[in-house]
């Protein structure tokens, strides 16, 4: 299990998300401390993150386990202007790359690899990491639901490669995890013509022998009593 699952609050991912979600619904800046550097989390006008992490710097960050107690997420100011050595990215972006980084193949716990998925939206992959075979693994899923052990099967590549990115989507908020819709079966009819010469012909009538009037029975008397 430990190589196909990872509990994303042992790593910064797991830090990162709830600060993330924290600053969106508070409407107010947050920051994680307890780091070498700081990363703020401004919420508007769309979240964005903000630190002095390079990508080389961050990603072994990233993929190392964290003590519960290393990285806080604390009340921040708002800053108008950037530090010295600061760089503004959008929260989905900085949230793909570090639980890309931290996933390293892995799905996070309490998720089903052979549960159907599929992608909202087309990942920015200019602004993110691009794991290998990211590209047709977007292009498969931004077009059709699927699990992360069929994508991997259909594409012939490695699972870990799908479980990354599956990872990576799910965390900076690309994953759709609600269950495809279920149409109902067409009900085939047959045409016009079928149905008419199939069903059944309406039935005449049987004819009810008339009873003779009261004329007919007179005349029958007199001619028998002739």
């Known amino acids: 299990p430990d190589k196909v699952f990872f509990e994303p609050e042992d790593y910064l991912i797991g830090t990162l998300l709830r600060a993330v979600k924290t600053a969106s619904e508070l409407g107010r800046p947050q920051a994680i401390a307890g780091l070498p550097r700081l990363i ?19 990603r072994p960050l990233s993929m190392a386990q964290l ?22 990215c959008p929260a989905e972006e900085l949230l793909w790359n570090v639980a890309a980084w931290g996933a390293r193949g892995r799905l996070p716990t309490g998720h089903d690899p052979y549960r159907p998925v599929r992608l909202r ?5 200019p602004g993110i990491f691009v794991s290998p075979h990211a590209l047709r693994i977007a292009a498969l899923w931004v077009r059709s639901v699927a699990s992360p052990v069929e994508v991997a099967s259909r594409l012939a590549i490695p699972q870990r490669y799908v479980f990354s990115f599956y990872s990576a989507a799910h965390f900076s908020g690309l994953l759709d995890l609600r269950p495809p819709p279920v149409t109902p079966a067409a009900v085939e009819s047959a045409p016009l013509t079928e149905r008419a010469s199939a069903a059944p012909a309406p039935r005449s009538p049987a004819p009810q022998a008339q ?13 028998n009593a002739v």
Not at 44 to 51: F, L, V
Not at 214 to 219: G, M
Request: net charge positive; charged share 25%.
């Open 121 to 125: 939206a087309w990942p920015n992959f």
């Open 40 to 58: 703020r989390i401004e919420p508007k006008p769309e979240p964005t993150c903000i630190s002095g992490y390079r990508d080389n710097q961050l």
């Open 211 to 223: 009873k003779p009037s009261l004329l007919s029975r007179i005349l029958r008397k007199l001619l």
């Open 67 to 88: 003590p519960r107690s290393t990285a806080r997420i604390v009340a921040a100011p708002s800053f108008r202007e950037h530090i010295a050595g600061e760089t503004p």
